[in-house]
T-cell receptor, first 115, second 112 residues
Framework: KAGVTQTPRYLIKTRGQQVTLSCSPISGHRSVSWYQQTPGQGLQFLFEYFSETQRNKGNFPGRFSGRQFSNSRSEMNVSTLELGDSALYLC??????????????FGPGTRLTVL | TQLLEQSPQFLSIQEGENLTVYCNSSSVFSSLQWYRQEPGEGPVLLVTVVTGGEVKKLKRLTFQFGDARKDSSLHITAAQPGDTGLYLCAGGGSSNTGKLIFGQGTTLQVKP
């Protein structure tokens, strides 16, 4: 079974630009979550999509948005990039409906550098 | 706001030594998970603990969930260089969704 894939793996952008990151979950997984990982703040939850609907949202500004398609693939968009948005963006997928905390399967991440 | 504090943040030990990593919170979690992350990769789940007082073993790794479900620990016996990596604890909320609260992580280096 193929794992979670994220594209692109690396991105360099300049302040003020916008960026779109893509995530393809494991086949059959309907939940996709996005996390931002930085040395200072660690892993922080951005949002979760389940069956094309945002189910949870973290404490990030509105410049961070996402969506999920009918095939469960997800994209996240960051507009008006700031230097502080430089981070590793991780996508995780799970079945989405379990009786206990589901196992999150993480992709390798997209390393975003904002200059 | 739920927070998880991990300690220590960094640990450098010799092969064969034992170590314990702690994950503490003032909040109750419905479950706690431990992940391990290697450079250039995403975190990989090691274990999920759900019941207060629960102890789970995975080869040389022992995981414990506190009785009050506010803390957890990871103990590694006879550490090996292959155990090197970033260890993360993560708490689940009241609903079993993809939203996890992560600790800051413990970077473990095991020297041969």
């Amino acid at each position: 079974k193929a794992g979670v894939t994220q594209t692109p793996r690396y991105l360099i952008k300049t302040r003020g630009q916008q960026v779109t990151l893509s995530c393809s979950p494991i086949s059959g997984h309907r939940s996709v979550s996005w996390y931002q990982q930085t040395p200072g703040q660690g892993l922080q939850f951005l949002f979760e999509y389940f069956s094309e609907t945002q189910r949870n949202k973290g404490n990030f500004p509105g410049r961070f948005s996402g969506r999920q398609f009918s095939n469960s693939r997800s994209e996240m968009n960051v507009s008006t990039l700031e230097l502080g948005d430089s981070a590793l963006y991780l996508c995780a997928s799970s079945l989405g409906w379990t009786s206990v905390q589901p196992e999150q399967f993480f992709g390798p991440g997209t390393r975003l550098t904002v200059l | 706001t739920q927070l998880l504090e991990q300690s220590p943040q960094f640990l450098s030990i010799q092969e064969g030594e034992n170590l314990t990593v702690y994950c503490n919170s003032s909040s109750v979690f419905s479950s706690l998970q431990w992940y391990r992350q290697e450079p250039g990769e995403g975190p990989v789940l090691l274990v999920t603990v759900v019941t207060g007082g629960e102890v789970k073993k995975l080869k040389r790794l022992t995981f414990q969930f506190g009785d009050a479900r506010k803390d957890s620990s990871l103990h590694i016996t006879a550490a090996q260089p292959g155990d090197t990596g970033l260890y993360l604890c993560a708490g689940g909320g009241s609903s079993n969704t993809g939203k996890l609260i992560f600790g800051q992580g413990t970077t473990l280096q095991v020297k041969p």
